[in-house]
């Protein structure tokens, strides 16, 4: 079975672009979540999004946005990029609920230069 | 509001035990546990829901004191594999988003 696969894998963009980061899911998971881990630091929750709706959102500005396809694929959106967007940004699966535990992907390690 | 993990980082010898610390302010549903190796994605170990229970596979398991709002992972008779960095995602229930802790830096030497 395939796991969460992430594209591209490095970025590299100049302050003020715009860059886009894909994920697809494991089949059969409807949610994809977005993380932001900074050198050295933890997961920062970006973005939740199941059957298409975006679900729940974490404190980043207005810039980094997604969407869900109906293949339950995924994007994230940073507009405007700051030096500090620089980062790994991990997407994870998951079946809706409680109970079950995310899948991570490899992650795509963008570069603001 | 973040979860807190302690300690930060942990050195151990093979054979070794550990434990690692999870504490949120916030009424929690549930509790993960993930695993995350330099430069790799972060691996599930286990998820514990409210109730108290208490689980584990192979040497590595975990309990959830919901009264307390904490969560223990247990780390016994370490093996170099169990080298990398532990974080704990913590849950509110209500389909909220899964928020992690700062994690904890496993090092285990031969």
């Known amino acids: 079975e395939a796991g969460v696969t992430q594209s591209p894998t490095h970025l590299i963009k100049t302050r003020g672009q715009q860059a886009t980061l894909r994920c697809s899911p494991i089949?059969?998971?409807?949610?994809v979540y977005w993380y932001q881990q900074a050198l050295g630091l933890g997961l920062q929750f970006l973005l939740w999004?199941?059957?298409?709706?975006?679900?729940n959102r974490g404190n980043f500005p207005p810039r980094f946005s997604g969407r869900q396809f109906p293949n339950y694929s995924s994007e994230l959106n940073v507009n405007a990029l700051e030096l500090e967007d620089s980062a790994l940004y991990l997407c994870?699966?998951?079946?809706?609920?409680?109970?079950?535990?995310?899948?991570f992907g490899s992650g795509t390690r963008l570069t603001v230069v | 509001q973040q979860p807190v993990q302690s300690p930060q980082a942990v050195i151990l010898r093979e054979g070794e035990d550990a434990v690692i610390n999870c504490s949120s302010s916030?009424?929690?549903?549930?509790v993960h546990w993930y695993r995350q190796k330099h430069g790799e994605a972060p691996v599930f170990l286990m998820i514990?829901?409210?109730?108290?229970e208490q689980k584990g596979h192979d040497k590595i398991s975990a309990s959830f004191n919901e009264k307390k709002q904490q969560s223990s992972l247990y780390l016994t008779a370490s093996q170099l594999s169990y080298s990398g960095t532990y974080f704990c995602?913590?849950?509110?229930?209500?389909?909220?988003?899964?928020?992690f802790g700062a994690g904890t830096r496993l090092a285990v030497h031969p």
């Open positions: 994870a699966s998951s079946l809706l609920g409680e109970t079950y535990g995310y899948t």
């Open positions: 089949s059969g998971h409807t949610s």
């Open positions: 999004y199941d059957e298409g709706e975006e679900r």
């Open positions: 916030k009424a929690l549903y549930s």
């Open positions: 514990l829901l409210k109730g108290g």
């Open positions: 995602g913590t849950s509110s229930g209500g389909y909220n988003k899964l928020i």
